[in-house]
């Protein structure tokens, strides 16, 4: 089976312009995690998903983020008018079931760079 | 809050030598403890997690690391490196008591095996 999967791989844009960074979880699993990891941290929680809704965002920075899955598989990350302090690798994570115990697999992030 | 510190960004060390990478964590709940590891160009996977029970748990690959609450760490250990074990090594913690499972990351520590 596949693992997660996160498109594109890498995406560079102007400052203020709109992006959509793409997560497709592991097939089956009902939980969906958006991480943030900038330059020389560890990942930060940015955004948890429990079926269709989202469950806790309340690790969005502001409200130039936003988060669907309305299908409750596939994941969009939207930011709008970026700022070059947005620049970082974003991590999406899935887990069978939600709960602190249970292990999350990581896709490979997308690198964004906003020039 | 829940925090989590490495203290060491980058640990360089021979092949063979024994290694530890220190993990400390604060939180006023109980929590699960777990260890991440990047290996160069890869995303993270799970290497090994404390969840309940002996504080001691193993990885497949010779890793250990040992749940301590007094002290609040849990760091992670190998008697003997290889030069494959080369990679970023992530200490997350995530609540007990409901939360849904956002992990907490400390910053991360470079491991660097030399022959």
């Known amino acids: 089976g596949a693992g997660v999967s996160q498109t594109p791989s890498n995406k560079v844009t102007e400052k203020g312009k709109y992006v959509e960074l793409r997560c497709d979880p592991i097939s089956g699993h009902t939980a969906l995690y958006w991480y943030r990891q900038s330059l020389g941290q560890g990942p930060e929680f940015l955004i948890y998903?429990?079926?269709?809704?989202?469950?806790?965002d309340s690790g969005l920075p502001n409200d130039r983020f936003f988060a669907v899955r309305p299908e409750g598989s596939v994941s969009t990350l939207k930011i709008q008018r970026t700022e070059r302090g947005d620049s970082a690798v974003y991590l999406c994570?899935?887990?069978?079931?939600?709960?602190?115990?249970?292990?999350?697999?990581f896709g490979p992030g997308t690198r964004l760079t906003v020039l | 809050a829940q925090s989590v510190t490495q203290l060491d960004s980058q640990v360089p060390v021979f092949e063979e030598a024994p290694v530890e990478l220190r993990c400390n964590y604060s939180s006023s709940v109980s929590v699960y403890l777990f260890w991440y590891v990047q290996y160069p160009n890869q995303g993270l996977q799970l290497l090994l997690k404390y969840l309940s029970g002996s504080t001691l748990v193993e990885s497949i690959n010779g890793f250990e690391a040992e749940f301590n609450k007094s002290q609040t760490s849990f760091h992670l250990r190998k008697p003997s490196v290889h030069i494959s074990d080369t990679a970023e090594y992530f200490c997350?913690?995530?609540?007990?008591?409901?939360?849904?499972?956002?992990?907490?990351f400390g910053k991360g520590t470079k491991l660097s095996v030399k022959p």
């Open positions: 998903f429990q079926g269709t809704g989202a469950a806790d």
């Open positions: 994570a899935s887990s069978l079931i939600w709960g602190p115990y249970n292990e999350q697999f």
């Open positions: 997350a913690v995530t609540e007990g008591g409901g939360s849904q499972g956002n992990l907490i």
